[in-house]
């Protein structure tokens, strides 16, 4: 793990804030979800990455990594114009132009997909592929949400519950010359994307940990039922997706899962060390540099207010990751202009000197800045756009 003196070093001379992006912990990241990945493919989460050209690095790397997870149609527009392929809009899109653009693309031979969880999804989609003369490629998004011991375990976003309610909307798209079945999506949030092993959160962890395990036995379950029964009509999907970087150790399992998405474990932002199966290296971060130095051991620092979405809690504030000991305050945590840090440890800081922080998710750092400097073996050896970067705002 990189210490404070080599994270000092290597960005001494980069205006703050920055952000950066440390290649080795990078590596190791790739390595691991690779070989956790075991035989599947893994789909990136553009949304967690938020640069092309980290992006075009991950997927260059090896084989394992193919294809990725947009979060706008937008944004997979913009990725088909650097020349990826296999776009998956995890999100569905109702914006009629964009749909106009999409479906001609695909007429042009694009691989982009569309995401759909009812009938009027279906139904606007046949209606432009008419007008267009064209066809679009849809992922059909099933809730895989859980009741456990009474208690709702998951997220509100597709109202496809059931098995019955899967084989109606499949049925229906299979039946239409305007669009066709690509692949099936459920994305366990409530396992992929709820932290375990908080060391704050004791108790909830455990209990946490057991609403997963039986969670994950009914998501298993779903699937499989859902797969037997395309099967049996002899339906053939490109892929079946499924899970993220919290639930990697588990999706992995399911036969019936072809790919497993990834995103916030390449970054690894700090929500992620809060997980029992996944322990990863710190790969992105950002600096903020001391610029006051109001009182004994309190530092005030330029920048630093960069809360994460999500109902709000404080694991949303970006944490401090070095100097080990500094600690946010409370009356102020990170602040829009200033924030000041208590550290009363063993390194003597100075006006000038770093902060070094981690977002809370990982893609939305890159919202925050223009670039990523990329380090390695202890010094800058590119930048990397982000998203931000090349003007673009996608959501
Ligand atoms: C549909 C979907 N799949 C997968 C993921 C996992 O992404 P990550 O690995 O960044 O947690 C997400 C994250 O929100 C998602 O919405």
């Not at 800081?349 to 073996?377: M, T, V, W, Y």
């Amino acid at each position: 793990m990189a210490h404070y003196d080599y994270l000092k070093q290597a960005l001494a001379r980069t205006k703050k804030p920055c952000a950066f992006l440390n290649m080795d912990a990078l590596q190791k990241n790739m390595e691991a979800i690779t070989k956790a990945a075991q035989n599947k493919k893994i789909r990136i989460a553009s949304k967690s990455i938020r640069s092309v050209d980290v992006l075009k690095h991950i997927l260059s790397s090896s084989p394992i990594f193919q294809g990725i997870m947009c979060f706008t149609a937008e944004e997979a527009i913009f990725l088909n114009e650097y020349g990826f392929n296999d776009l998956l809009i995890a999100y569905p899109i109702w914006d009629e132009q964009q749909l106009r653009d999409i479906c001609n693309l695909v007429k042009k031979g694009a691989t982009i997909t569309v995401m759909v969880d009812c009938i009027e999804h279906i139904e606007r989609l046949e209606m432009i592929a008419l007008e267009e003369n064209g066809k679009f490629l849809v992922c059909v998004d099933i809730d895989v949400s859980t009741n456990v011991y009474g208690l709702y375990f998951g997220v509100y976003r597709s109202p496809i519950k059931t098995v019955e309610d899967a084989i109606y909307i499949i049925q229906r798209i299979v039946n239409s010359s305007y669009i066709k079945l690509d692949g099936l999506m459920g994305y366990e949030a409530q396992i992929a994307g709820v932290k375990d092993d908080d060391p704050n959160e004791k108790i909830r962890s455990t209990i946490i940990r057991m609403l997963k395990r039986r969670s994950s036995k009914l998501v298993v379950k779903k699937r499989q039922q859902i797969m037997e029964q395309i099967k049996k009509a002899g339906i053939v999907l490109r892929f079946v997706n499924g899970g993220g970087t919290g639930s990697l150790h588990e999706t992995i399992k399911e036969a019936s899962v072809t790919e497993v998405t990834v995103g916030s474990g390449f970054y690894n932002s700090h929500l992620f060390d809060k997980y029992e199966h996944f322990k990863l290296e710190v790969a992105a971060g950002f600096a903020v540099e001391i610029t006051r130095i109001p009182k004994e051991n309190m530092y005030t620092c330029f920048g630093g207010g960069y809360v994460a979405s999500g109902a709000v809690n404080q694991d949303k504030l970006p944490e401090i990751f070095l100097p080990q000991g500094a600690t946010l305050t409370k009356n102020e945590g990170v602040g829009e202009v200033q924030t000041p840090i208590k550290y009363n440890g063993p390194i003597e800081l100075q006006h000038g000197d770093p902060i070094i922080f981690r977002h809370s998710k990982a893609g939305e750092l890159c919202e925050r800045f223009h670039e990523l400097h990329i380090i390695k073996n202890g010094k800058i050896i590119d930048e990397f756009l982000t998203y931000r970067g090349e003007g673009k705002c996608f959501l």
